[in-house]
């Protein structure tokens, strides 16, 4: 798939996300819980924000290492798996407090194609 489409994709995405809210008279203008993880991987969110705010600074994180690692972007696959394993790390553990967000990650893989 192609960048540009990709790109489209995507806005798309956000484009369709936002009609919904405001169909809904929840948001007029934009969101605020729509995010850009990588240059190919965007994720909205719900829940407590500061735990939002945590996961996706270490999704942000994890695909910064992949890309100076591999010089390759990360695959989605893989970055979701990894950001799963911590919050079921979390909610395992007593001493931790579970993540009270849920994540709906889109994007494309160059690897899967999806």
């Not at 695909?63 to 919050?87: D, G, R, T």
Request: charged share 25%; with cysteine; aromatic share 16%.
């Amino acid at each position: 798939m192609p960048l540009r489409k990709m790109k489209k994709d995507l806005s798309w995405l956000r484009v369709s996300f936002l009609m919904e809210l405001k169909s809904n008279h929840i948001l007029a203008k934009k969101s605020e819980r729509l995010y850009k993880i990588d240059n190919h991987i965007h994720c909205t969110v719900s829940g407590v924000i500061a735990d939002c705010n945590v996961l996706l600074d270490y999704a942000r994180r994890e695909a910064q290492y992949y890309q100076f690692y591999y010089s390759e972007p990360i695959p989605m696959e893989q970055l979701i798996e990894k950001v799963c394993n911590i919050k079921q790390m979390y909610t395992m553990y007593g001493s931790f407090r579970p993540f009270g967000a849920a994540f709906l990650f889109a994007g494309w893989d160059r690897r899967f194609g999806y």
